[in-house]
């Protein structure tokens, strides 16, 4: 589990996440193009949990589709 701190919205977090969910989630961002912040701001606005929950679960569905 690694703890990494992003600034959302002028806004500091920190999120703890595993490897493969940092890994799964930085592979996503280069696809689209976006950045690391980017894609977690996005995430962040439509979520309805915990923000690393729902980053586990977006990389989750990402992956099965």
Known sequence: MKKRS???DGHRTSISLE?????GLK????E?????????????ESRKCGLSSAIRVFVFNYYMK
């Open 6 to 8: 992003l600034t959302i």
């Open 19 to 23: 490897d493969e969910f940092w890994e």
């Open 27 to 30: 592979r996503i961002a280069q």
């Open 32 to 44: 689209r193009n976006v950045s690391l912040v980017e894609i977690v701001k996005k995430i962040d």
